[in-house]
């Protein structure tokens, strides 16, 4: 790092540990333990992407090219109050980087609002989850286009990629742990394997660690919220670890295993097709399914899941029925939003929500309101919205 100019000795006032970790290959991976600093550091608000959009969004494209960085952080320089506060302790004495380091507290929304920037005016054909930048289109004359653009948007801002790690003009691509394209969204047999061969968790750590490569995978998983639910409950604050594993736990660990070791394959949104939302309860639990209609059938786009709280499971009736509609249109209101969809309902759910008033405003969150013009028949049983 010395040679490439990353780091340089430093008469910092500013120290954190350094912490080596072995990687699977058995090489060492150099890292900076910065908790303490990151526990006084104001936080950077700048919003993070969210996964599951930016997959519904490259999912329709016909052709796809993915680019890597090289380096990601290191291209992005620290001004002098970073590269104080950056320093850390070796063997050898202080040093400290004259570039963004990982672990720092804001360097994820740091070099996200770098990359934002630079994608001005691209954002109808590229977007970017930090160093990784997808440019997606309809033709290949139009994406050799869209490429040459942020290509050269690229090469004026002095950065470079990695060309192993890029993937050039195809119809499918492995974006953010999914293979993405052609309308579908899919798990990677890479993620399935490590499932397959993963043994019950004994620690809290190996919990967090199943349920943390589990929950890549969630929107593919009917139940898989409520499910989860037990294991979560391993890793409360005041639980014991190793952890007491139960026969429910081993049935969820089973379970969720079983649900993601199949290869899971879901329809990408799109915004001219019909919406439905179906929604199912228990006692315990809410479920719902977006759906959207392919060549006269309905494929799921996306699953939810939740435990029910205590409040909850304390409801009328009437509000249970009520309940799964009213938290599944919050939960998918960014697909829903603007669009007009069908909430396909049993008879008795008919029957509840005629007797329940449903607030029209946003259910307690996001602006707006859901406007419902709902019509109810006995024979199709949906309300369309």
Not at 21 to 43: E, H, M, W
Not at 153 to 165: D, E, M, P, R
Not at 254 to 281: E, N
């Amino acid at each position: 790092m010395k040679g490439l100019g990353v780091i340089g000795p430093s008469l910092s006032p500013w120290a954190s540990p350094v912490v080596l970790v072995q990687k699977q290959d058995g090489s060492i991976r150099f890292c900076v333990d910065y908790r303490k600093l990151n526990a006084i550091t104001t936080p950077d608000a700048y919003p993070m992407p969210r996964m599951d959009t930016l997959l519904d969004h490259l999912g329709p494209a016909k052709v796809i090219s993915t680019l890597n960085l090289s380096k990601g952080f290191w291209q992005m320089a620290l001004d002098l109050d970073g590269i104080a506060k950056s320093a850390f302790t070796t063997p050898v004495g202080l040093y400290e980087f004259t570039v963004l380091p990982f672990g720092m507290r804001n360097s994820p929304a740091s070099f996200q609002r770098l990359i934002n920037n630079l994608l001005q005016e691209c954002e109808q054909f590229a977007m970017a989850y930090i160093d990784n930048i997808a440019i997606f289109s309809q033709k290949f004359e139009s994406h050799l286009i869209h490429l040459t653009a942020v290509l050269g948007k690229i090469k004026q801002a002095g950065l470079t990629v990695k060309a192993k790690k890029c993937q050039w003009a195809l119809s499918e691509v492995v974006y953010l742990g999914h293979r993405v394209g052609g309308g579908h969204i899919a798990s990677l047999w890479d993620m399935i394997e490590a499932i397959k061969d993963w043994l019950p968790p004994q620690t809290k750590k190996q919990v967090r660690a199943f349920l943390g490569l589990a929950g890549y995978y969630r929107r593919f998983v009917p139940g898989f919220g409520a499910t989860a639910a037990l294991l979560h409950e391993l890793t409360k604050k005041g639980s014991p670890d190793p952890v007491t594993w139960k026969q429910e736990c081993q049935w969820a660990f089973d379970t969720l295993k079983a649900a993601l070791i199949k290869q899971l394959i879901l329809k990408t949104l799109l915004h001219d097709k019909p919406f439905y939302v179906a929604t199912d309860a228990s006692d315990s639990d809410l479920g719902a399914v977006l759906l959207q209609e392919h060549q006269d059938t309905r494929h799921p786009v996306v699953y939810l899941s939740q435990k029910l709280i205590l409040q909850e499971r304390n409801l009328s009736s009437i509000e249970k029925k009520c309940l799964p509609i009213i938290w599944a249109l919050n939960k998918l209101r960014l697909y829903l939003w603007g669009q007009q969809f069908t909430v396909l309902l049993d008879h008795a759910h008919c029957n509840g929500c005629r007797q329940c008033k449903i607030p029209t405003p946003s259910f307690n969150d996001g602006p707006g309101s859901f406007r419902s013009s709902t019509s109810m028949s006995n024979t199709s049983r949906e309300a369309r919205m």
